[in-house]
C-alpha cells in the first residue's frame, strides 16, 4: 500500500517502491539462478565450461533466433558430455535447465540454442582419432562433432568415401544424422541416415549406450532422424564405398514442368547411369547459361549463347556420374546414350569434368565467395519441403505459376527420392508414396531490405506456401522442421506421435535435450 504525499514526495516514495520492488524480484532470479552454474562447476570433467563468452552460442546459419545459454561445454571426452547431461537430468525436469548439442552452428531456427540452459560445443570431440577400416564392407568410425569434408579428406587417402552427402560439407555428423543428411545421392543410397552402422549415444539420463541395427535397435533408430530429442550423438560408424576420380558434372533446361519431373523420375528409377540427381528452378533470371560458362562448357556454344532466359519460368536438371580415368571411353558412351533419351532443351546442355572432391565440396567455394561480400551471415529463412509425387503438379502449379514472381532471394532445389531407401524405423517423417520430392527454398534475406529480398516478405511468401499445402491437402511434410505448438508437431508426426512420446519418455523422459525444437517443455508422462 503506497502512503499519498503531496507533490514531489509521491513521486520519491513511488520510486523508491519501484526500486524495491524489482530488487526483490532480482534477488529472487539470483537466488534461482546462480546456484546451477555452480553445480556445473563442481563437476569433474576434461573438458571445460565456459560462463563468460557464450554469446557465439546464441547464433546460427538461420540468423533469426538468438537464445543466450548460462555456460558452454567444450568437452573433451565422451564422459564429460555423460557427465553433464547425467547432472542435468539429476536436478530435474522442475529447473527448467535444458541441454543442446551444438555442432557447425548451421541450425536456421534456434534448434542447437538453450535458452539459460547448456549448449555443448560437439566440435571440441573432433580430437577422438578417426578411424577407417577397409575391407569387404568398409567403415569409419567418427566423433559426433565431426565434419563430413574432414570423413571426405581421411577416407579418400584409402580410396574411400561415404556413400551419401548433403549438399554442404561443412557440418557435423551428429546434426546432420538427427535429420536425415539428403542430397542428389538419396534416390540411389537413401539419406545418410540409411547409411549407419552403429552408434555411441548420450541419453537424456546421461547413459552413454551403444546401438545399431542389433543392439538396442530402439534407441539406434530412435536417434536417427530424432531431431535431437532422443539422445546426443558421440560418435558413428559410416558406411564407405570405393571413391571415383573424376565427375562428369551436367546441367540441361527445361521449359515444361511436366517433361522435366517424367525425365527427373526415369532417372531415379532402375538402374540409373548417373549418381546423382538434383534439379532447380529458375523464374526471370538474366543471363542464366552466361553464369554457368564459368563452371560449364556448353555443347552448342552458339546456340547457347542466343538462349534467352528472361522473363520465364525454366526449370534445370542437374546429374552428375562419377568414373576414374581408365573408364573415360566408356562412361562418355553411357551419357551420351542416357541424355539422347531426355527431353530438355538441346543447345541449354552444358557439361563440366572435376574432380570428385572438387565437385562435393562445390558449395563451400559460393560460401568464401559470399562471406568476402558480407553475404552469408544474413538471415536464412529456408523452408524445406517433401511432396508426395501425385501432388507435385499442383504444388508447381500455384506456388511457381503464382506465389513466386522471380527466385532472385535465394535458389529452389527441387529432386526425386525413392521411399524405399528411406528405412522406415528411423524418427524422421516423410510423405506415404513410393516416390516423393525435396522441394527446398534456399532464401537469403537482404538486412534492412523491404522488398521481396527482405525477411518478412520472405516469410509471408514461405507462409503463403505452407497455407496452400495445407488447404490443399497435399500430404506435405516439412524437412529440418520447426514449430510453434505441440500441436503442430502432433500433426507433423501424424500416426507416429505415440510412438515418438514413447520413445521420448524412455530416453529423455525429463525433456532436458533439444530445447531448441520446443516440442517438449515439461517431463513426459507415457503409460
Not at 552413454?208 to 539406434?220: A, G, I, P, T
Not at 527441387?414 to 524422421?428: E, F, G, L
Not at 514461405?462 to 499445402?469: E, F, H, T
Request: charged fraction near 20%; glycine fraction near 8%.
Amino acid at each position: 500500500m503506497l502512503v499519498s504525499f503531496p507533490g514531489q514526495n509521491n513521486m520519491l516514495v513511488l520510486r523508491s517502491f519501484m526500486i524495491l520492488f524489482f530488487s526483490c524480484i532480482t534477488i529472487k532470479i539470483n537466488l534461482c539462478f546462480p546456484s546451477i552454474p555452480s553445480s556445473l562447476k563442481t563437476l569433474s570433467i576434461d573438458g571445460h565450461f565456459d560462463f563468460e563468452q557464450v554469446e557465439h552460442a546464441a547464433k546460427d546459419f538461420g540468423n533469426r533466433y538468438s537464445y543466450l545459454p548460462l555456460a558452454v561445454l567444450y568437452p573433451k571426452s565422451v564422459s564429460d558430455v555423460a557427465t553433464t547431461v547425467n547432472h542435468v537430468w539429476q536436478i530435474g525436469g522442475g529447473s527448467e535447465l535444458k541441454v543442446a548439442a551444438r555442432g557447425h552452428g548451421h541450425s536456421l531456427q534456434g534448434q542447437a540454442q538453450a535458452h539459460r540452459g547448456v549448449v555443448i560445443n560437439m566440435e571440441s570431440l573432433q580430437g577422438l582419432k578417426m578411424q577407417v577400416h577397409t575391407g569387404n564392407f568398409p567403415y569409419v568410425d567418427v566423433s559426433g562433432g565431426e565434419l563430413w569434408i574432414n570423413i571426405l579428406r581421411q577416407s579418400l587417402k584409402h580410396g574411400l568415401a561415404p556413400k551419401s552427402w548433403t549438399d554442404y560439407l561443412h557440418l557435423t555428423v551428429g546434426g546432420t544424422l538427427s535429420n536425415a543428411g539428403i542430397s542428389g545421392q538419396a534416390f540411389r543410397h537413401g539419406p545418410q541416415i540409411s547409411n549407419v552402422y552403429q552408434l555411441e549415444v548420450v541419453t537424456g539420463k546421461g547413459e552413454v549406450v551403444n546401438c545399431s541395427e542389433k543392439q538396442n535397435s530402439d534407441l539406434f533408430y530412435s536417434v536417427l532422424g530424432g531431431l535431437g530429442q532422443f539422445g546426443i550423438i558421440t560418435r558413428a560408424r559410416i558406411s564407405l564405398e570405393p571413391a571415383p576420380e573424376m565427375v562428369k558434372w551436367i546441367r540441361m533446361v527445361y521449359t515444361d514442368f511436366a517433361t522435366f519431373t517424367r525425365d527427373q523420375e526415369k532417372l531415379i528409377s532402375g538402374q540409373s547411369t548417373f549418381d546423382y540427381v538434383e534439379g532447380f528452378v529458375i523464374i526471370n533470371r538474366t543471363g542464366l547459361l552466361n553464369n554457368w560458362r564459368s563452371s560449364f562448357n556448353p555443347q552448342d556454344p552458339l546456340q547457347a549463347s542466343q538462349f534467352k532466359s528472361d522473363g520465364r519460368r525454366l526449370f534445370c536438371l542437374e546429374l552428375a556420374k562419377y568414373f576414374n580415368h581408365e573408364d573415360m571411353v566408356l562412361v562418355n558412351q553411357e551419357i551420351k546414350t542416357s541424355l539422347s533419351q531426355l527431353n530438355h532443351i538441346p543447345s541449354t546442355l552444358f557439361i563440366s569434368e572435376v574432380p570428385y572432391m572438387e565437385f562435393l565440396d562445390r558449395v563451400h567455394i559460393s560460401e568464401i565467395k559470399l562471406r568476402s561480400r558480407g553475404l552469408w551471415e544474413v538471415p536464412h529463412p529456408w523452408l524445406n519441403l517433401f511432396i508426395p509425387k501425385s501432388k507435385i503438379h499442383s504444388f508447381a502449379q500455384e506456388v511457381f505459376g503464382n506465389i513466386l514472381t522471380d527466385t532472385s532471394s535465394g535458389p529452389i532445389l527441387i529432386y526425386p527420392v525413392n521411399k524405399s531407401k528411406w528405412d522406415n524405423r528411423t524418427s524422421v517423417v516423410i510423405p506415404e508414396e513410393d516416390v516423393f520430392y525435396l522441394v527446398a527454398f534456399l532464401s537469403s534475406a537482404v538486412p534492412s531490405s523491404t522488398g521481396n529480398d527482405g525477411l518478412e516478405q520472405i516469410l509471408i511468401r514461405n507462409k503463403r506456401i505452407l497455407d496452400y499445402c495445407e488447404i490443399a491437402g497435399l500430404g506435405v511434410k516439412q524437412y529440418l522442421p520447426h514449430f510453434s505448438t505441440q500441436g503442430e508437431w502432433k500433426s507433423h508426426f501424424g500416426p507416429h506421435w505415440e510412438a515418438f512420446i514413447r520413445r521420448k519418455s524412455t530416453y529423455d523422459p525429463s525433456a532436458i535435450l533439444a530445447p531448441g525444437q520446443r516440442i517438449f517443455q515439461k517431463p513426459i508422462a507415457y503409460s
